[in-house]
């Protein structure tokens, strides 16, 4: 089939950021299918119009348009709307068989539909966060009549949906409330990508002795985002109690966003930073792996407001993978999965003393750290391997072409009926 992919921030493994829709295209065109990415170009660049590149035999189609976290509500809805209307006219100029469109934003659903009802093909929408349930708990969506539009357009997006995929079950039921038949709707979560974290022990050894400060003291790690949705200024109170409990114990945040330089200024102010607080930018995903091998725990923050718990945050999956535990501090379906299957530690609404003393039991028990990496390793070689959820993906856009006698829902149902 050939498949035009709308994903306005599409990343490779050498840019930061997730890079599920580089591995579900690149397993795409490996099974022989045509695979065209509509993305946007966030960085700095000379070029002024579209361009285009081929990645690992992904056609990617890119458009100069600014964005980052740091841009206010206003620049980013600017940037929504602007890449929509480029992104409409691009995608209904490139014949195809069907039109894949993942969110976030929401607004991608606008070329979706359009280029789907100009060419008379299926459209297959992702759902990666719940709009506008998200902005609107967070209070980003004030006005009743942007609440209204809002809601409106996630509804048409369902509607000209030929099939959904929803990221996690929470995901799954915002969008049945609105009416869309379940039997449509297929859970694929993000994925743990097991060959790219299978790294070498010498490589962790090198790169822990590379670094003075680590050298062979535990270590906590968080990779992602430094953005008011993702909280990661949380660890800071925690840190200042672990320097009491166990000075050794060191945490690293890399990433980037709007919250970067605060969060920085609240390690300082807690006299924490650069003493078990240290901070560095974003990397690529490709150097990720080896971060994540010398971690001793990897950790998913986000802010606890229930629309939120639905996430299904790369970084959870990203420890999976390197057979690390996970740290959250967030309830629902993830939170189900570490207590189901022990394979991290939850800090859901537990105050700094007690989450500082919960992370100290955990590290120094031995035992339960090798039980909980081998349970992270078995759910990304289980129910979580890309390339098992990379098949179902597959499926399901068959099943909007009348190939696949599956329903979506069927087709994800063994871990999510």
């Known amino acids: 089939m050939k498949i035009i992919y709308l994903h306005q921030y599409f990343n490779t493994p050498n840019m930061s950021g997730g890079t599920r829709s580089y591995e579900f295209a690149k397993r795409l065109v490996q099974k022989g299918h045509e695979v065209h990415i509509v993305t946007s170009w966030c960085r700095e660049t000379d070029q002024q119009d579209w361009f285009s590149t081929v990645e690992d035999g992904i056609n990617v189609h890119w458009f100069p348009n600014a964005y980052s976290n740091r841009m206010s509500f206003k620049q980013r809805i600017i940037a929504f709307f602007k890449f929509s209307f480029v992104s409409a006219i691009k995608a209904a100029s490139i014949r195809a068989d069907i039109v894949f469109a993942t969110s976030t ?77 379940t039997e449509r709707v297929a859970v694929i979560p993000n994925s ?137 501090n967030y309830g629902g379906w993830q939170k189900d999965i570490i207590d189901k299957n022990n394979c991290g530690l939850v800090l859901w609404q537990d105050n700094p003393i007690e989450a500082a003393s919960k992370i100290v039991e955990f590290i120094s028990n031995s035992n339960q750290l090798k039980a909980a990496s081998y349970a992270a390793k078995h759910l990304a070689l289980n129910q979580f391997s890309r390339d098992t959820l990379a098949e179902q993906f597959e499926q399901v856009l068959n099943y909007a072409l009348g190939v696949e006698k599956k329903s979506p829902q069927q087709i994800t149902a063994e871990f999510y009926d």
Request: charge should be positive.
């Open 192 to 328: 743990s990508d097991n060959d790219l974290f299978s790294i070498n022990p010498d490589e962790t050894s090198t790169y822990r002795l590379s670094i003075s400060w680590l050298q062979n003291n535990p270590l906590l790690i968080y990779t992602g985002t430094f953005g008011f949705v993702n909280d990661v200024g949380y660890i800071i109170p925690i840190a200042k109690e672990l320097l009491k409990l166990n000075k050794d114990i060191k945490i690293l945040l890399v990433g980037d966003g709007i919250e970067y330089e605060k969060i920085k200024e609240l390690a300082i102010e807690h006299n924490v930073f650069e003493q078990n607080v240290f901070l560095q930018k974003q990397l690529p995903k490709s150097e990720i792996p080896v971060l994540l091998s010398a971690a001793t725990i990897a950790c998913s923050f986000a802010r606890d407001i229930p629309a939120i718990r639905a996430n299904s945050a790369n970084k959870f999956f990203d420890a999976l993978a390197a057979s690390k535990p996970i740290l959250i």
């Open 105 to 181: 934003p929401l607004t991608i659903a606008l070329p979706a539909v359009y280029a789907a009802r100009r060419q008379k093909i299926p459209m297959v929408f992702e759902v990666r966060d719940l709009w506008p349930e998200v902005p609107i708990a967070m209070e980003v969506l004030k006005k009743p009549t942007h609440k209204y539009f809002a809601k409106k357009l996630e509804k048409w997006a369902y509607k000209n949906a030929k099939a959904i995929i929803a990221l996690s079950p929470g995901m799954k039921e915002g969008i049945l409330s609105t009416g869309y038949p």
